[in-house]
């Protein structure tokens, strides 16, 4: 190659030298941790008029999808992140290790990746987890990845989670948790304490070439009919942290109460927290003030104060390494697995009313248009004037006070709303993404079972807080990017080209329309969204629109953030319940030299490796917490079977349909098999089925009847029976074309006839 080497090597090119497409790209492969536009542009000698012209390459590279861009970098469609978590599952044959991908779905092509034999670092076998850096390999043959081992996470447990059952014939056996695992039988050694129904944790045991399986009961979690017994399946199946180790404990109950000394004094700031009614933990208490400063007529001082966890979760202390172990709280309808222990997550750290308590706090003034002018953060010690609930701090705004709420109207909440009209200002000029999809709550009878799902109302009091911490959060990284410290930031990429162009073909199925080449904004969107308000396929567009966005992540690389078109960001409000916010504090109480327990060098040098753990630990408490209401919703309609519900397509597959019941939250699936006597065809532009002699089918979004014939509550699939009849698509036609004999029949005979999980 002429340009570029591996590893960053260059050598001189000819003068007036540009490199060929080819190069570009085959340098791009080669070094996916130097692939930024600057760092392209000087591994090629590029000046001048020829970074322009590198500049269009790169852009015309992406157009055609041969380039995709990920934060900074730019990398090859279905490449590998430069730091991902592997499941090393085998040897190669020289004897090396080999993994893949832990959530392999998400990339595309040959995953395999060749572990680098460690020099001095961590050391992993077959079946490990790890978090590792990978590299393009060298070679054309053997994997096309090698790795080198970060960190190796606990060893995953050989276990299944089931429920104990005596048979009719009197064996004893375990109905799996997950549907397409077989049940196993325990023979009555091996039962341990279980008792039919517990819920209970088995390991395989050694059996014969014929008959069921057998196995061992590990451990028993509880009765099925418990309480919690939903979430702990969840809790065990995702291997999320719920026990304190003792040590932990410990440690926690020998921490004191942190006082005033190197600390502001703001107790007489009438700071109020606004929660949910049942929240127990409190991070964040705010309060504003009309701006006295006669430059600045009609603007605000906004104050947000957040718990100091700082002060007591030391880095490398017992309580730090579970706080990061476990990455974040986790939150099922029916409890909450805590990231920090009690006596610090609901006692000391807790913002609790009328009670001294450390905080960090942000002190920021707005123009009367909603600028931010200036900031400044400070180290205190704040009293809460005021634990509050949404509803109860609305309904004081809007004309109906309580006792609490009405001694403190005037002086505090009022000014909170005068200074949120202050704040949406600038939250319209800066038009972030405006998405319309309404949040379910389930709503639980006291013995775990479900009540009813209800929808909360969005109240200006979510929004106002929201909009607080959204500034918070904002002024945490201007500082920390102020004063050159490196930090995690929260980011979120805009959709991929490939997302884009499958949006714009779903557009132009209902005679919108996206620009194509230029570089897609939040307002292109909201666009897109007003003109479909109040029509019938507003929830369709919603949809589609929130299927064609990137995941939101951590990183120490800033790209900024898309869905609030943000430049920088970072978590900073809920230091109880995210580790991110933990990092971002320190960083601050380092930048600004703030006293004890900021960020350290050897954190420093882990903010790509702590970024990777805690995105990850955020995706498996969205899946456990999501798998919870699936399995609570079939257990609430598992003696429905039979009944009709009225739904709406959720999800359009080549195998099916998947319905959501909006009265309840849930998803079930719809085999295509099932649909009717026609051939259905899958058109993924239009999130459609459509037959192919009637040109008729069903669209994402479409309400629809349906009635339910199948449920398994343990898995939380469901499976319904198609009652509504197919409506004309737009662009199709009847076909008078019959498809050939026996084609619809091996069409059938090729889906899934049972219940199937939404991924």
Not at 93 to 117: C, F, K, N, Q
Not at 493 to 518: H, N, V, W, Y
Not at 695 to 712: I, K, P, S
Request: proline share 7%.
């Amino acid at each position: 190659m002429s340009g570029g080497r591996k590893g960053g090597e260059s050598t001189a090119p000819p003068e007036n030298y540009k490199p060929s497409r080819e190069d570009i790209l085959r340098y791009i492969t080669e070094n996916p941790d130097r692939s930024g536009k600057r760092e392209i542009a000087k591994a090629f000698s590029l000046k001048g008029e020829d970074r322009a012209w590198l500049k269009d390459m790169l852009r015309d590279l992406q157009d055609e999808g041969l380039l995709n861009k990920q934060r900074k970098r730019l990398v090859r469609p279905g490449a590998l992140p430069h730091v991902v978590v592997l499941d090393i599952f085998g040897r190669d044959s020289d004897g090396s290790l080999i993994g893949r991908p832990a959530e392999a779905a998400e990339y595309d092509g040959d995953l395999t990746v060749l572990i680098r034999a460690p020099r001095g670092g961590p050391i992993a076998g077959i079946g490990d987890r790890v978090l590792a850096k990978t590299f393009p390999a060298d070679g054309t043959s053997g994997p096309p990845y090698t790795a080198r081992i970060m960190k190796v996470f606990e060893k995953r447990r050989e276990s299944t989670l089931g429920v104990f059952r005596t048979a009719t014939d009197g064996t004893l056996r375990i109905v799996p948790v997950e549907r397409r695992q077989a049940e196993l039988i325990v023979d009555p050694e091996f039962r341990g304490s279980a008792k039919d129904g517990d819920l209970v944790e088995v390991e395989p045991v050694r059996a014969g070439p014929y008959g069921l399986p057998r196995a061992k009961v590990r451990t028993v979690l509880g009765s099925l009919t418990s309480e919690k017994a939903v979430s702990m399946i969840a809790i065990h199946a995702h291997e999320i942290p719920h026990v304190f180790p003792p040590e932990v404990l410990a440690e926690a109950e020998k921490i004191k109460p942190v006082g005033l000394e190197g600390r502001e004094d703001w107790r007489e700031i009438p700071l109020v927290t606004i929660d949910p009614a049942d929240a127990k933990d409190h991070d964040d208490a705010v309060f504003a003030e009309s701006d006295p400063d006669e430059s600045n007529p009609g603007g605000v001082i906004a104050t947000v104060a957040i718990a100091d966890v700082a002060a007591y979760v030391r880095p490398g202390s017992a309580i730090d390494r579970e706080a990061l172990k476990r990455g974040n709280s986790v939150y099922f309808p029916d409890r909450v697995v805590p990231m920090l222990p009690e006596r610090l997550s609901n006692d000391l750290c807790s913002l609790k009313e009328g009670q001294d308590r450390p905080a960090m706090a942000v002190r920021m003034i707005f123009a009367a248009d909603g600028r931010k002018l200036r900031h400044s953060f400070h180290r205190v010690t704040m009293r809460s004037a005021a634990k509050l609930a949404y509803p109860q701090a609305q309904a004081a705004v809007d004309g109906s006070p309580d006792d609490k709420t009405a001694a403190i109207l005037d002086t505090v909440l009022k000014p909170l709303w005068e200074a949120y009209a202050v704040l949406k200002r600038g939250r319209v000029a800066r038009e972030p993404l405006e998405l319309d999809l309404p949040e379910r709550k389930i709503l639980l009878k006291p013995d775990g079972t479900v009540d009813r799902v209800v929808i909360p109302e969005r109240l200006d009091a979510h929004k106002l807080i929201e909009e607080f911490m959204i500034q918070a959060n904002v002024c945490a990284a201007e500082t920390l990017e102020w004063k050159s410290q490196p930090l995690v930031y929260r980011i979120h990429d805009g959709p991929s080209l490939a997302k884009q162009e499958s949006l714009r073909e779903f557009l132009q199925t209902i005679g919108m329309s996206l620009a194509r080449g230029a570089e897609l904004r939040p307002n292109q969107i909201n666009h897109i969204l007003e003109r479909v308000r109040g029509a019938d396929n507003e929830t369709l567009v919603n949809e589609v629109v929130l299927r064609s966005q990137s995941q939101a992540e951590y990183s120490p690389d800033n790209i900024g953030h898309f869905g609030l078109n943000l430049r920088r960001y970072a978590h900073f409000t809920s230091p109880i319940r995210r580790y991110a916010d933990l990092i971002v504090h320190r960083a601050l109480i380092g930048a600004l030299k703030l006293g004890a327990g900021g960020i350290t060098p050897d954190e420093e040098a882990r903010l790509e490796e702590i970024s990777a753990l805690i995105s990850a630990t955020e995706r498996r408490a969205m899946a456990a917490e999501r798998d919870t209401v699936d399995r609570l919703i079939a257990g609430y309609l598992s003696e429905k079977i039979g009944e009709t519900f009225a739904g709406r397509i959720s999800g359009v597959t080549k195998a099916g349909l998947f319905v959501q019941l909006p009265e309840f939250g849930a998803d079930g699936f719809i085999p295509i098999s099932t649909l009717g006597d026609d051939y259905y065809h899958f058109d993924e532009g239009a999130r459609a089925l459509f037959g192919e002699r009637s040109g008729q089918g069903y669209r994402l979004a479409d309400t629809v009847e349906v009635r339910l014939v199948e449920n398994a509550p343990l898995a939380g699939a469901m499976r319904f029976e198609m009652l509504s009849d197919p409506k004309p698509l737009p662009g199709r036609r009847k076909s008078f074309h019959k498809s050939k004999s026996g084609r619809q029949g091996r069409q059938r005979a090729s889906q899934p006839r049972g219940p199937r999980r939404r991924r």
